[in-house]
Nanobody
């Protein structure tokens, strides 16, 4: 069974950058698309971005498009979320998840089977 571990969260000032990592073990990593989700305090979990098994298809929500970039290194069983120009409203727990496919026009939690424990991102001055 695939296991996912997120890292790279922390406290950053507005306008700053963080790179989140999602490391996988226990399964065939490149059999899975990977998605990033977040849950802000008091809000529902929402999809942020996803990447296909080979990395040739990505989808990024409009509210982070142009600021967040998803990528993957299958040789290292890792997916990255580069987050630039961070805003206070990006403050949330960020989770990665594995599923069969990254759709080009949406990302929904129910499409994903395996989840990490999350990493906290706080954007504040």
């Amino acid at each position: 069974q695939l296991q996912l571990v997120e890292s790279g969260g922390g406290l950053v000032q507005p306008g700053g950058s963080l790179r989140l990592s999602c490391s996988a073990s226990g399964g065939i990593f490149d059999d899975h698309a990977i998605g990033w989700f977040r849950r802000a305090p008091g809000q529902e979990r929402e999809g942020v971005s996803c990447i296909s098994r080979r990395g040739d298809t990505t989808f990024t929500r409009n509210f982070v498009k142009g600021r967040f970039t998803i990528s993957r290194d299958n040789a290292k069983n890792t997916v990255f979320l580069q987050m630039d120009s961070l805003k206070p409203e990006d403050t949330a727990d960020y989770y990665c998840a594995a599923g069969p496919r990254c759709y080009h026009d949406s990302i929904q939690p129910y499409e994903y089977d395996y989840w990490g424990q999350g990493t906290q991102v706080t954007v504040s001055s």
